[in-house]
């Protein structure tokens, strides 16, 4: 499966954005997935993941209640809603498809995409 990310960008702290994650070659339903995100220096962090079917969601403490991940599976396609942004979520997302459901260890997914940079201004 090949996945593309979008819909990152500049926004200040407290702002919101929707970065989205289209899927493509091969049935997006069989796969869980994840929204990880890595900032300059650091290692990849997970952030989020959804059930095939999208009826179990998981999420890294530093985000919950803040970002919500959600899937459309007739459009093939991931969606992170990101509410009351900090600068320190400034880093680049990316989408992961594979793995086991709620798997938080980038190892664990088959595919990535190319990522989506976010910023966050203070």
């Known amino acids: 499966v090949q996945l593309r990310a979008s819909g990152g960008g500049l926004v200040q702290a407290g702002g919101s954005l929707r970065p989205s994650c289209a899927a493509s070659g091969r049935t997006f339903t069989i796969y869980d997935m994840g929204w990880f995100r890595q900032a300059p220096g650091k290692e990849r962090e997970f952030v989020t993941s959804i059930s095939r079917s999208g009826d179990s969601t998981y999420y890294a403490d530093s985000v919950k209640g803040r970002f919500t991940i959600s899937r459309d599976n007739a459009k093939s396609t991931l969606y992170l809603q990101t509410n009351s942004l900090k600068p320190e979520d400034t880093a680049v997302y990316l989408c992961?498809?594979?793995?086991?459901?709620?798997?938080?260890?980038?190892?664990?997914?088959?595919?990535w995409g190319q990522g989506t940079q976010v910023t966050v201004s203070s």
């Open positions: 992961a498809a594979g793995g086991t459901v709620g798997a938080r260890v980038p190892a664990d997914y088959d595919f």
